[in-house]
T-cell receptor
Framework: DTAVSQTPKYLVTQMGNDKSIKCEQN?????MYWYKQDSKKFLKIMFS???????INETVPNRFSPKSPDKAHLNLHINSLELGDSAVYFC????????????????FGEGSRLTVL | RKEVEQDPGPFNVPEGATVAFNCTYS??????FFWYRQDCRKEPKLLMS???SGNEDGRFTAQLNRASQYISLLIRDSKLSDSATYLC????????????FGDGTTLTVKP
């Protein structure tokens, strides 16, 4: 009964490869996110989707392309991987903005640890 | 200046100690505030929401001071299991749901 699940949990790949990380949530939330946590443990938002629409797109290289086939799924595709892409990528979801007393609470997946060699 | 700034830490305290973390935010229009906890190599999880009136959950007390734009987290009678990184999170007054995370404060509780 995992709420937010992401796959794969670990990913080791060579520079220049293309890889995808998948995320699914069964909480019925409308908003989903991708966060990146680097080696210094700083957690930064990359993208946010609300009902399949992109609403936040931070300064992220265009090698990163999110895709939301439906509001329960948000995938992240990364082209031409670089060493600096090594990090833990967290998917998260939250209730519809403005409707919940704890609006903005984020529910995170377990993270996908990407290592680029 | 960062949007959300936390005490740099690390905090190393003995069991039973009381420890307090502060967090300041720069956007005066910020709407909602949270403390998250992140264990080593795990995902962040919500610890507490922070309300203007202050709120308490067992040994944990969170306070918000809008005038000074800071929030605090107080942990009383700390346990070994409280060892973790504590993240301050601030949301803007928009519909974007863009949470800004502080860089975290690491707490180690020692026997």
């Amino acid at each position: 009964d995992t709420a937010v699940s992401q796959t794969p949990k670990y990913l080791v790949t060579q520079m220049g490869n293309d890889k995808s990380i998948k995320c699914e949530q069964n909480l019925g939330h409308d908003t989903m996110y991708w966060y990146k946590q680097d080696s210094k443990k700083f957690l930064k938002i990359m993208f946010s989707y609300n009902n399949k629409e992109l609403i936040i797109n931070e300064t992220v290289p265009n090698r990163f392309s999110p895709k939301s086939p439906d509001k329960a799924h948000l995938n992240l595709h990364i082209n031409s991987l670089e060493l600096g892409d090594s990090a833990v990528y967290f998917c998260a979801s939250s209730p519809t903005w403005g409707r919940d007393a704890r609006t903005g609470e984020l529910f995170f997946g377990e993270g996908s640890r990407l290592t680029v060699l | 200046r960062k949007e959300v700034e936390q005490d740099p830490g690390p905090f190393n305290v003995p069991e039973g100690a009381t420890v307090a973390f502060n967090c300041t935010y720069s956007n005066s229009a910020s709407q909602s505030f949270f403390w998250y906890r992140q264990d080593c190599r795990k995902e962040p999880k919500l610890l507490m929401s922070v309300y203007s009136s202050g709120n308490e959950d067992g040994r944990f007390t969170a306070q918000l001071n809008r005038a000074s734009q800071y929030i605090s987290l107080l942990i009383r009678d700390s346990k070994l299991s409280d060892s973790a990184t504590y993240l301050c999170v601030v949301n803007p007054a928009t519909n974007a749901g863009k949470s800004t995370f502080g860089d975290g404060t690491t707490l180690t509780v020692k026997p």
